[in-house]
């Protein structure tokens, strides 16, 4: 019989936040991967408590044990405005979770993932439980950068969902550009959704100002909204909907989340209201 | 001129979660206090970023920065349900931010505040900003066992507030039992309010449930709601409120924020009825 | 092309020294192998400067680029004291190192490594540059606990060495009893020498006094000696030489160095008398 | 009764090694001080082991249990190998354990000590051990900078002592250049002997080489020692002894050392000839 690993206090994983004067560690039972592509270096390992821990150059991408809080809130808020999501295009979401989640709805007959980095794609499929949907046959997964792959498409998509690393790492940074979130508005049809993950307001304050007002000015509907994210930097996360057509309330019929056929671990019908719900100092963060 | 301390990597603060497999560092500017009083080891940095961080046994209790999340939820959600609360006793809460948002009330004519160490009061006093309503005529300080205190009263306080350290540090064990709870409804007027932290449930997630249950054993009406607090283990925090009359929603009255004559930084009538809304794991978590 | 893994920040290995009040922490580029033994955690990583790094039970054994100062200064201290080893015991070792430095003195014949956990030799050999004289024909390698082993011989060596963990790591306590000593005695030829590492005189003093004492009421001849390694708790270690018949300075023959094969990185004749010389407060800790 | 401070794992002293791939962390047991003075930053803190231990820009200068290993090895190879030194110049060495071991020869009639930064002086005056002596008649404290201090003498001193700090730290770099070894030599009278600290073969091997080379083409008579030093980077500490006329070991009585009246931790008349004894690793770095 083999003996399981002792966690002791020898392997430390450590995360430093935006600005590096504050971080969080976690203790490593065991690592399981590491790869230097030619984007970024891909790190998976055992915690004793989390599970498989993600990282893209040493930034947790996820835990095991809570990214359904963050897939949750990036899908099924956009997916759950729109009546019949049947085209969904995933930017980033290499490690599946986001895949996953809009798989769950069953209107959905085609589901590009396109992750620029295949090294993330292949670990995410050794290892990690949440690429557990990438060989479902409405799943396609291409790897090109984004930021170009969007272009090729204009009127075709439902719903995109933007599922990028931090901006300030790899190639993060193009998914976070006016030109891009432009192009997502195009690729989009008549009555297209779109969601994105835009950092936390404590950490990279700055950066959901700017991500919000870029996507505001290329959408006639956006709203922020927020989402507990317990491994992330400052717990706090937050995302923007935005929309052609549909408003994330007015045209939200929570009955559908009531008949769903999946069990949720976040995201309810109540939630889908509350996260739009901002605290004093997100609303001025973003002049709202 | 006397020149500014240059932040480097050579002093570090890391506070263990519970379960000691992950947790937060912070570099330190420079130490301000430490001592080590009867009750606990009380510690006050400065952080060049999140300002002055305090500390008691290696385990946060606030920064300069983000304290505003934790006290305007704990205490401006029961205040708000209660239509005139005069009488308020906090049990806990040294650092005196809770005192602070009690007093904008301008109905509160008496704010006792109940820290059973009269170093945390000293520190305080001396280095935190949180501190500055603790000479304010209507604020009483005394330095008892909040868990003994509560037993002189009866049918007295329109508000309690228990802002308590962990369960399992120093003293705070003591203010998550059946009898503390049961003895803060005998401390309550007939229509008295009460909140409690109850810390988060990713890493203590057993203490919520716990604090859920007993709280609800005592109270008739009881409901736990969440809020962000960023350098708070995980950034969810959680919180009870208890009422022997009102209902933290159906008695809410929004005009009373909207006309409230302080700004505050994180609590608005919205997120008054947001909070109680919970995710499916918390719900779990508490059999609701 | 493979790229090679950037080591960032974010991996790091903590050794807590004796006490656990100061210790050495390493970046790691890459884990290569990590297990669960019946006896300890073996790990093994590249560190970007030391190259490959092994660990038991979280506390360092080898690096790479320094494991030279330890194994020559173990080594050949009593095998250029003996004028002919032939059979040589190394005790603990499972790197591989000291066979390695044992086998280079032409003389040995038979070359016993009593290693307890198999394990460690099957990463050794994986892993370490070390272990590269494992498969020779004049070594043997036994798994067996050395304080056992040892009970089988009387009168047959020419050489022993005690390569062991530390006295408070896994089984390396039974390494540094009375018993075991008086019994490497009774297995030593009557002109038969010894060595043994023994710990280091600033996180580990009282098992420096302890290991010298304990040696000392075993053989007629025994000496304290000290050498640099680098990544050792404090960097100033210590082992005893100890022998029936020979001394380790007037029985020294430096020609026998001078005319040596091997090129040696440390061990030279004038080392061999200079480690004898001991700072005052060593002297002081064994009562010289 | 006040209650000591109990040291616990939040407060932790890191200190990068050059490369910046490893280091050694210290717990805090309590912060002394920490001031940014023109030159740099000094800390000050008590470990539970280690005493005070003195850092300036994060690199650990001193502590109060070890630093008798390097200051002894520093001061007494040259005092003791000068039949007589009347006049000795200690450039750096702020902590003043230096200038107290020089002060231990009775032939010392001056003693400078050359500090360029002054709050290192009134720290180590108001909380270290070291700083016994400043006030000795003898003893003469300036604050300048000692490449340009030392231009002021020549043929005066008998000897001069290097206590200075990293190369790459603060202004250490400008007492390690050709000129200012230059400088030392014309300062010293005819039979004048010099010393300086000259890192470590481990981490800085660079600076041993260059360092060494540097005060050779200065000097007629130089040669490098070492010594342990259990706190600093590797525990393997060099220095390089420089003399106008004395050979360390030809020129060097014994018997001195025997009849001193002060009783010493490290140093010893056998250390004294054995310390100039190099392993082969560290003789092939200076090509000897």
């Not at 408590?49 to 095991?64: N, P, Q, R, S, Y």
């Not at 209201?273 to 963060?285: Q, R, T, Y």
């Given at each position: 019989?083999?003996?399981?690993?002792?966690?002791?206090?020898?392997l430390?994983?450590?995360?430093?936040?935006?600005?590096?004067?504050?971080?969080?560690?976690?203790?490593?039972?065991?690592?399981?991967?590491?790869?230097?592509?030619?984007?970024?270096?891909?790190?998976?390992?055992?915690?004793?408590?989390?599970?498989?821990?993600?990282?893209?150059?040493?930034?947790?991408?996820?835990?095991?044990?809570?990214?359904f809080?963050?897939?949750e809130?990036?899908?099924?808020?956009?997916?759950?405005?729109?009546?019949?999501?049947?085209?969904?295009?995933?930017?980033?979401?290499g490690?599946?979770?986001?895949?996953?989640?809009?798989?769950k709805?069953?209107s959905?007959?085609e589901?590009?993932?396109?992750?620029i980095?295949?090294?993330?794609?292949?670990?995410?499929?050794?290892?990690l439980?949440t690429?557990?949907?990438?060989?479902?046959?409405?799943?396609?997964?291409?790897?090109?950068?984004?930021?170009?792959?969007?272009?090729?498409?204009?009127?075709y998509?439902?719903?995109?969902i933007?599922?990028?690393?931090?901006?300030?790492?790899?190639?993060?940074?193009?998914?976070?550009?006016?030109?891009?979130?432009?192009?997502c508005?195009?690729?989009?049809?008549?009555?297209?959704?779109?969601?994105?993950?835009t950092?936390?307001?404590?950490?990279?304050?700055?950066?959901?100002?700017?991500?919000?007002?870029?996507?505001?000015?290329?959408?006639?509907?956006?709203?922020?909204?927020?989402?507990?994210?317990?491994?992330?930097?400052?717990?706090?996360?937050?995302?923007?909907f935005?929309?052609?057509?549909?408003?994330?309330?007015?045209?939200?019929?929570?009955?559908?989340?009531?008949?769903?056929?999946?069990?949720?671990?976040?995201?309810?019908?109540?939630?889908h209201?509350?996260?739009?719900?901002?605290?004093?100092?997100?609303?001025?963060?973003?002049?709202?």
């Amino acid at each position: 019989m083999k003996k399981d690993l002792r966690t002791m206090d020898h392997l430390m994983y450590m995360e430093y936040y935006t600005g590096r004067n504050a971080g969080i560690f976690m203790k490593i039972k065991k690592m399981l991967h590491s790869y230097q592509s030619p984007y970024q270096r891909i790190d998976i390992f055992e915690h004793p408590d989390f599970g498989k821990v993600f990282a893209l150059d040493g930034i947790t991408m996820m835990t095991e044990v809570d990214e359904f809080m963050y897939h949750e809130m990036l899908v099924h808020v956009p997916l759950f405005v729109h009546p019949e999501p049947r085209r969904v295009l995933i930017i980033g979401g290499g490690d599946g979770g986001s895949l996953r989640e809009a798989l769950k709805h069953p209107s959905i007959e085609e589901a590009i993932l396109c992750e620029i980095d295949p090294y993330v794609i292949e670990a995410a499929k050794k290892y990690l439980p949440t690429a557990v949907e990438m060989d479902n046959p409405k799943a396609k997964i291409v790897n090109e950068n984004g930021a170009e792959f969007i272009k090729k498409y204009k009127d075709y998509f439902d719903a995109i969902i933007v599922d990028s690393t931090d901006p300030t790492a790899g190639e993060g940074g193009h998914l976070f550009t006016k030109e891009f979130y432009k192009n997502c508005f195009e690729a989009l049809k008549e009555d297209g959704v779109f969601s994105a993950e835009t950092e936390d307001p404590f950490y990279d304050k700055g950066w959901v100002a700017i991500a919000y007002n870029r996507i505001s000015s290329a959408f006639p509907i956006s709203k922020l909204y927020t989402g507990f994210m317990t491994t992330y930097p400052s717990g706090l996360w937050t995302y923007v909907f935005a929309s052609k057509k549909y408003h994330p309330i007015d045209d939200f019929d929570p009955s559908r989340v009531q008949n769903f056929d999946h069990q949720l671990k976040y995201y309810n019908e109540d939630i889908h209201k509350a996260c739009f719900v901002l605290p004093n100092f997100i609303k001025e963060l973003i002049n709202e």
